[in-house]
């Protein structure tokens, strides 16, 4: 015989109903960018895993996630990972980093002078400007500067702007002014003044002069030391012009002079002029 309609069971039935605790979560940020699924503090579920995203913002790079012990990170150095709160948990902060894109500048100066900031590299931020001062050592001058390569000529300063990749700036550095020094023998002197030395900008001419004593007369120029610093416009000359490349001491030597007598006989004129006068 069949029965239908509602059947009962004479047996007990016991039905459980499980809950998972709630947790407060706060996805927070370090530096410049966006976390998903949110970001902020809300409500989720211990021991259930929650995917995360980290996006960087132009100009910065994701880092790493950093949290609390009672936190499991799928892959803290992954921006893409999973968020799992330990059963007992109350409340969390997990934390994505990002830091700032940075590019060097590589930073390279010669002998006799700076650059400031000093080198081998500079970092800059991302899209920022950097600012470079050159400066040479004394009785030196800026040569040239150049910039990837490129001569932007002896400037004092460079600056970079928005820099978003590598960079180089070099300087060099020349003389700018040396010693010249001046001798002579005993039967003179000379200008610039015997034992003194001078500051002269190289390659500049400036005017030397010889002045014999009574009785004597000039001889010639002489170079003391390093002949390949100076050129002589006459070294013959008294009165003429040296240019140095580099530090030199000069010498100016003297003759002892001879009397000569010019006369005349007749109506005329003789040069130099009639009488007695001292010649080297």
Known sequence: QSVTGVQTCALPISVTANFS????????????????PFIG??????????DVAATPDTGYLFDKWTYPV????????????????????????VTANFKVITNDIAVTAGANGSISPAGPAVPVNYNKSQTFAIAANANY???????DNVSVGAVTSYTFTNVNRAHTIEATFALAKTNLTMQSDSNGTTTPAVGTTTLVSVNTPITIKAIPKTGFAFASWSVVDTPGNVTIASDTSASTTATLTGPVTLKANFAGALNLTVAKGGTGTVTPAVGTSKVA
């Open 21 to 36: 605790a709630g947790a407060a979560l706060t996805l927070a940020k370090s530096g410049s960018g966006n976390i998903t």
């Open 41 to 50: 503090t809300k409500s989720v579920q211990t021991n259930i895993a929650l």
């Open 70 to 93: 009672d936190v499991i990170i799928g892959n803290e150095s992954l921006a893409s990972t999973s968020v799992t709160l330990k059963p007992g948990t109350t409340a969390a902060t």
């Open 141 to 147: 001058k800026i040569a040239d500067v150049k910039v």
